[in-house]
């Protein structure tokens, strides 16, 4: 079965603290994706990679950097969180061909 | 410029009765649409695609709709459950292969939250 898990589902970070999210696949797949959800605006990418080491700017790259250091892991850094970085935050991975598979998505809370 | 439009932001529907959800996209190249389903505190599931050689796809309860030239797509829920209750998200894309880069990434509307009451 296949499967996107990203390390924490729920977290309350402070402001100007530096945030991880780990997300790892385990389909072999070379597309990773960054999402985040919030309502009314629906699913914004943030950043993806197509390869290792490889990683392009999505809709909303401002105030997020990406790691992709082995071909199932991609991280999602906030140097310096914000409230308006309050949000649900889903990682995503899928082959060349085929459909989008989601991980259950981390609610990150900036206070 | 929002590529892809779900232009309800919720919809009602009765358990037993037709749910349609409603998609339009304005960019011509786009050649592959699917629909995902979201439940709160969950990742999307990804429900039914539709390629743009095809005008219809069906899977059980759930049936897609494409008119190319109305650059417009449907889901229809038949009959709706309430377990069915969750927001929908219309996607497409341009060239379904592997063309590397952005080229096969999803474009999403902003979707449709459907309350299925019993």
């Known amino acids: 079965d296949v499967k996107v898990t990203q390390s924490s589902r729920y977290l309350v970070k402070r402001t100007g603290e530096k945030v991880f999210l780990e997300c790892v696949q385990d389909?072999?797949?070379?597309?990773m994706f960054w999402y985040r959800q919030d309502p009314g605006l629906g699913l914004r990418l943030i950043y993806f990679?197509?390869?290792?080491?490889?990683?392009e700017k999505g809709d909303i790259p401002e105030g997020y950097s990406v790691s992709r250091e082995k071909k199932e892991r991609f991280s999602l850094i906030l140097e310096s969180a914000s409230t308006n970085q309050t949000s649900m935050y889903l990682c995503?991975?899928?082959?060349?061909?085929?459909?989008?598979?989601f991980g259950e998505g981390s609610r990150l809370t900036v206070l | 410029d929002q590529q892809v439009k779900q232009n309800s932001p919720s919809l009602s529907v009765q358990e037993g009765r037709i749910s349609i959800l409603n998609c339009d996209y304005t960019?011509?190249?786009?050649?592959?649409f699917l629909w995902y389903k979201k439940y709160p505190a969950e990742g999307p599931t990804f429900l039914i695609s539709?390629?743009?050689?095809?005008d219809k796809n069906e899977d059980g309860r759930f049936t897609v709709f494409l008119n190319k030239s109305a650059k417009h797509l449907s889901l229809h829920i038949v009959p709706s459950q309430p377990g069915d209750s969750a927001v929908y998200f219309c996607?497409?894309?341009?060239?379904?292969?592997?063309?590397?880069?952005?080229?096969?990434?999803?474009?999403f509307g902003k979707g449709t939250k459907l309350s299925v009451k019993p």
């Open positions: 389909m072999d797949h070379e597309n």
């Open positions: 990679s197509y390869d290792v080491k490889m990683k």
């Open positions: 996607a497409a894309t341009r060239g379904w292969g592997n063309y590397g880069g952005s080229q096969g990434n999803l474009i």
């Open positions: 539709i390629s743009s050689i095809k």
């Open positions: 995503a991975s899928k082959t060349g061909v085929g459909e989008l598979f």
């Open positions: 960019n011509s190249m786009f050649d592959y």
